[in-house]
């Protein structure tokens, strides 16, 4: 079989590959609370009713990564394939079930079916559609499909790749992470999470004159932790020259909305989670604040760790602890590596225009590999609704990025 057979090949399974999407968003896999064993099941269900290689490693039972690879009949380049299984928690504001993989018309519903569910389904439908022609490729391709990105991928990727380096390390790794059909993304800024707490006396509401307000207090702390957002940044100079191209930014802008290409270059700061006060008539003596800071390329945590250290000596009252786990350099990988012309060739055979390299806002398990050395790059469908509410996929998009991750995948392995 051909490339071209293997795409008409996924085309004529049409059904079957949106309906095991389906299957997959319907399985919940919220992280928090991180229980991904229905969802895994759906995947290792699939895999083994086609007998394909693969068995699960995992550092906790409730967090299962799927791990799947075989060898081609020559030998040759090792791809990976990466996705997650875990997703954001619901949320609040949807009009339908948010597990319901319901479809209609067009598009399929569900928390996860953007990020990253699709991704991670075109991950296990390249590995399912490439194994029974092995004998004609030369290499290895590798599945990975882990439970927890969504945290910071401690018993996810991390764990793989510290445990098991030689089975899922790999020459090169493609992802499927939402970015939109425009760009092919060869790096992310940084992660720094940090829980602050504030602890005061606390006591009767009506009595503010003996105690300090816990609350209150972290008002005004959030207040000047926005003066991060100013941060000096000197992006490095062969990404800047990239980001800088005006179909860069147009791309980005439409993927991810105005002013995203700014974003990049910025250092940005989300009041995430506050928890303060028992009762309306009791001062809060308590109030938990955690913040999630994206760092640029080219920025790392100290300088702006410094600064919040400033910024607290006017908080006595406050102490901060970072999340170490889910706080993580930026990374990224060359652009014009032979992977990344793979994957703009098959979109460009595949009727769309040239998606072209580009940054991303959010993290990715590819920064793993990168800080490996192992240049990682993610192609994946539109980021609508991300995290959001009635978040969706265009069924259409998902079966073009299956069949670019199954081409890419194809060529990059020297398939005939």
């Not at 949106?18 to 299957?23: E, K, N, P, T, Y």
């Not at 550092?59 to 299984?85: K, R, T």
């Not at 590798?142 to 510290?162: F, P, R």
Request: glycine letters at 12%; proline letters at 7%; a negative charge.
């Amino acid at each position: 079989m051909d490339k071209a057979g293997l795409l008409a090949r996924i085309e004529a399974d049409r059904d079957v590959i949106i309906g095991f999407l389906a299957d997959f968003v319907r399985a919940p896999s919220p992280n928090p609370p991180g229980d991904t064993r229905e969802a895994t099941a759906v995947v290792t269900r699939f895999l083994a009713e086609r007998s394909l290689p693969h068995r699960v490693l995992a550092a906790q039972d409730h967090l299962p990564n799927v791990v799947g690879s075989f060898e081609g009949g020559a030998p040759g380049s090792h791809l990976v394939l990466n996705g997650h299984i875990d997703v954001f928690p619901a949320g609040d504001g949807w009009t339908r079930d948010p597990w319901s993989g319901e479809i209609e018309g067009s598009r399929l519903w569900g928390r996860g079916t953007a990020d990253m569910k699709a991704g991670t389904a075109a991950s296990i439908m390249a590995y399912a559609y490439l194994f029974p022609h092995r004998e004609s490729l030369r290499g290895r391709l590798t599945l990975t499909a882990v439970s927890d990105e969504e945290t910071g991928g401690k018993y996810g990727a991390k764990y793989l790749l510290e445990n098991f380096a030689e089975e899922c390390l790999g020459d090169a790794v493609l992802n499927g992470e939402p970015g939109g059909l425009q760009t092919v993304r060869f790096g992310e800024k940084g992660t720094l999470r940090l829980t602050f707490t504030t602890r005061t006396t606390g006591g009767f509401g009506a009595a503010t004159h003996r105690s300090a307000n816990a609350v209150k207090l972290a008002a005004r702390l959030i207040g000047e932790l926005e003066e991060l957002t100013d941060f000096p940044v000197s992006l490095p100079t062969p990404l800047k020259a990239i980001l800088d191209e005006p179909g860069t930014v147009a791309a980005l802008d439409s993927a991810m909305g105005p002013g995203t290409m700014e974003m990049i270059g910025k250092v940005s700061v989300n009041i995430g989670v506050i928890r303060g006060g028992a009762k309306v008539n009791m001062i809060p003596g308590l109030c938990e604040t955690q913040v999630d800071i994206r760092l640029p390329p080219g920025l790392d945590k100290a300088p702006i760790m410094a600064r919040i250290h400033e910024i607290l000596r006017r908080h006595p009252e406050t102490m901060v602890e970072e999340q170490a786990a889910a706080s993580n350099p930026a990374s990224w990988s060359d652009p014009a590596h032979p992977l990344v012309g793979l994957v703009q060739a098959n979109v460009r055979a595949l009727g769309h225009e040239t998606p072209l390299p580009a940054c991303s806002l959010g993290g990715s398990d590819c920064k793993f590999w990168r800080y490996r050395g192992i240049p990682a790059f993610y192609y994946g469908v539109s980021p609508d609704r991300l995290a959001g509410p009635d978040e969706g996929v265009d069924l259409d998009e998902f079966l073009h990025v299956v069949k670019v991750h199954a081409a890419t995948a194809w060529d990059y392995l020297g398939g005939p």
